[in-house]
């Protein structure tokens, strides 16, 4: 993989991770056009994964220190809730990925089929948080986080969107919109963070061996943190007004492409 094929790459998961438009797929068919086959090179994927989390900390450095300043106040505070709601929606996608992930990924794969299938299911999703009719002023729950957290372990499959996936569950359950789009991010960091030291200390993490320069490293990289940052801030502002009908046409067009490139 050269540079600029890795900056590409970096851009798509980047940008990706954050819109509702499902950052796996995404990286799927952006290999597929590239010809690229880094599928099974894992210290890119954490390289690029990290990067968006270190985005997500850069957007919400602010809420994220005032949560961990109240939450050691050992106080049964809002921001100690808060964080423990976190805690809770990650219970789910530990389940998945500790018991059932690799039993998912060798079932269902991740052709271009599948993924124009999810990205259609997506599609589906954010439709609904357009023309089905709730209310968004009820609280965030302990019960509505885990909601939450099961539409995130669902979203283990390659095309249905993580951050589409979460966001419309939150608005389809009434959860006001000014608290989607944070609690969504934020719950993923401490996931990523989990699955990339797992690779780490499983050592399938490897600069030395992983058959990529150090500039297509760097270059994969700072795209995906820049393109994350970017992405992260206006996902905010897209939910504030409750839009996602624009990325519903967007996933239903790519998903139905993908499915016909996928079955010639």
Known sequence: MTWFQALILGIIQGFTEFLPVSSSGHLIIGREILGVGVAENVTFEVLVHTATVLSTLTVFWKEILNLLAKFFKFQWNEETQYICKILVSMIPVLI??????????????????????????????????????????????FGRAFLIGCAQAVAVLPGLSRSGSTIATGLLSG???????????????????????????????????????????ICG???????????????????????????????????????IVGLC
């Open 96 to 141: 998945v990925g500790l018991f059932f992930k690799d039993t998912v990924e060798s079932f269902f794969g991740e052709g271009l089929v599948l993924v124009g299938s999810m990205l259609l299911v997506t599609a589906l999703l954010l439709a609904l948080t357009r023309f089905v009719r709730f209310r968004g002023n009820k609280p965030l729950t």
């Open 175 to 217: 959860v006001r919109k000014e608290e989607v789009a944070q609690f969504s991010f934020l719950m993923v960091i401490i996931p990523i963070l989990g699955e990339s030291f797992l690779d780490l200390v499983g050592g399938n993490f490897s600069f030395s061996q992983c058959g990529l320069s150090a500039q297509a490293l």
């Open 221 to 259: 990289f700072i795209s995906a943190y820049i393109c994350g940052v970017l992405a992260c801030r206006f996902m905010i502002s897209i939910v504030k007004k409750a839009n996602l009908a624009w990325f519903s046409i967007y996933c239903a067009i790519v998903g139905i492409i993908a499915i």
